[in-house]
């Protein structure tokens, strides 16, 4: 676990109080003023506010207390009738205070090793690096994590919706017959994929996209707001691709197979004619350490093979063994060159 210094803890305290005072309620002017000024005054400050917010968020997904962690409707609502009287200011910080040092707890773990942190507060489900794990859901539906994945499931009585919060998943859709009306649909990165028909792939790409492929039968992917350009919605048939963002849209991507794209599901990686620099790239989401390319020409040569996914270091081997290259290991490090 990392550490963090006089100078970072005093960071993730002010981002904790601030991110308490954003969810308990509007800023006055004089506030809004401060935080503008605190966030321009340090690049590092508008990121640990954001994760501090998110975690704030987890925190009160979990219920830790209903009292503390939602906006101040909500507590009011849950707490005590509209109608009461407020408290005395000095008796309402107690609670922000609290609320702050709990924070500041979470995030000083979470906050140098990265969005990794907040998956397990979020995630219903999720695996590591080099991990693939197949989930049955209470509808009847299995869900296929690829490595660093995870899902939180949100299932109602109108909808069985999951969101995909890290990685890539392979879905098998329960149909709608019999008493199960509910539709299937899976949230990531601005977008939604709702199952027309029994089996796809979701991948999640960043903060703000991803692509999505249909292995069987059909499913409609749209945007949650309309693109900048291009279509905000399409079906997409058996075989078909796409790729999704707010800037683009939701656009065909040509040329993907899917059976290659998802053989983890099958323990091995495929690939056929293609750049080292993918291959590497595809090889650190699975392998412990990481691989290292020392130049660009050296990611453009052409590699074709089918890795095992529990012998990634003997495909290191063989790989550079086939391209006639150096490699060298140091603390969890391959350069290859």
Same mark, same amino acid.
């Given at each position: 676990?990392?550490?963090?210094?006089?100078?970072?803890?005093?960071?993730?305290?002010?981002?904790?109080?601030?991110?308490?005072?954003?969810?308990?309620?509007?800023?006055?002017?004089?506030?809004?003023?401060?935080?503008?000024?605190?966030?321009?005054?340090?690049?590092?400050?508008?990121?640990?506010?954001?994760?501090?917010?998110?975690?704030?968020?987890?925190?009160? +997904?979990? @219920?830790?207390?209903?009292? %503390? &962690? /939602?906006? !101040?409707?909500?507590?009011?609502?849950?707490?005590?009738? *509209?109608?009461?009287?407020?408290?005395?200011?000095?008796?309402?910080?107690?609670?922000?205070?609290?609320?702050?040092?709990?924070?500041?707890?979470?995030?000083?773990?979470?906050?140098?090793?990265?969005?990794?942190?907040?998956?397990?507060?979020?995630?219903?489900?999720?695996?590591?690096?080099?991990?693939?794990?197949?989930?049955?859901?209470?509808?009847?539906?299995?869900?296929?994590?690829?490595?660093?994945?995870?899902?939180?499931?949100?299932?109602?009585? +109108?909808? @069985?919706?999951?969101?995909? %919060? &890290? /990685?890539? !998943?392979?879905?098998?859709?329960?149909?709608?017959?019999? *008493?199960?009306?509910?539709?299937?649909?899976?949230?990531?990165?601005?977008?939604?994929?709702?199952?027309?028909?029994?089996?796809?792939?979701?991948?999640?790409?960043?903060?703000?996209?991803?692509?999505?492929?249909?292995?069987?039968?059909?499913?409609?992917?749209?945007?949650?707001?309309?693109?900048?350009?291009?279509?905000?919605?399409?079906?997409?048939?058996?075989?078909?691709?796409?790729?999704?963002?707010?800037?683009?849209?939701?656009?065909?991507?040509?040329?993907?197979?899917?059976?290659?794209?998802?053989?983890?599901?099958?323990?091995?990686?495929?690939?056929?004619?293609?750049?080292?620099?993918?291959?590497?790239?595809?090889?650190?989401?699975?392998?412990?350490?990481?691989?290292?390319?020392?130049?660009?020409?050296?990611?453009?040569?052409?590699?074709?093979?089918?890795?095992?996914?529990?012998?990634?270091?003997?495909?290191?081997?063989?790989?550079?063994?086939?391209?006639?290259?150096?490699?060298?290991?140091?603390?969890?490090?391959?350069?290859?060159?």
């Amino acid at each position: 676990m990392n550490s963090q210094g006089p100078q970072e803890r005093s960071i993730t305290e002010a981002a904790a109080d601030w991110a308490v005072r954003l969810h308990a309620g509007g800023l006055s002017a004089v506030e809004q003023a401060q935080l503008a000024q605190w966030q321009a005054a340090d690049p590092r400050h508008p990121q640990a506010l954001a994760f501090a917010r998110q975690t704030w968020e987890a925190l009160g +997904e979990l @219920r830790l207390d209903p009292e %503390l &962690a /939602g906006p !101040a409707s909500s507590r009011r609502q849950a707490g005590r009738p *509209a109608t009461a009287a407020p408290r005395p200011r000095r008796r309402r910080l107690l609670p922000r205070v609290a609320s702050a040092a709990m924070l500041v707890l979470v995030v000083a773990l979470g906050w140098l090793q990265g969005p990794q942190a907040l998956l397990y507060l979020q995630a219903d489900y999720l695996t590591g690096k080099g991990q693939v794990r197949s989930v049955q859901l209470a509808d009847g539906s299995t869900v296929e994590l690829d490595s660093e994945s995870a899902i939180r499931l949100d299932f109602s009585d +109108e909808k @069985r919706q999951i969101q995909l %919060l &890290a /990685g890539s !998943a392979v879905f098998d859709v329960a149909p709608m017959v019999g *008493a199960e009306k509910r539709p299937f649909i899976v949230h990531s990165a601005g977008g939604q994929t709702r199952a027309l028909g029994t089996r796809f792939v979701v991948g999640r790409e960043s903060a703000q996209q991803a692509w999505v492929g249909v292995l069987q039968h059909s499913v409609a992917v749209s945007l949650e707001a309309a693109a900048q350009r291009g279509a905000s919605e399409r079906v997409l048939q058996e075989g078909q691709s796409v790729r999704y963002d707010p800037q683009s849209g939701v656009v065909a991507l040509d040329g993907i197979d899917l059976q290659r794209a998802t053989s983890w599901r099958r323990g091995v990686l495929v690939f056929e004619r293609q750049p080292l620099g993918l291959v590497v790239e595809r090889l650190n989401r699975y392998r412990p350490g990481r691989v290292v390319l020392t130049s660009s020409a050296l990611a453009q040569r052409q590699v074709s093979g089918v890795f095992h996914l529990d012998m990634l270091d003997a495909a290191l081997v063989t790989l550079t063994q086939e391209l006639q290259v150096q490699r060298f290991d140091l603390a969890g490090v391959s350069l290859i060159y």
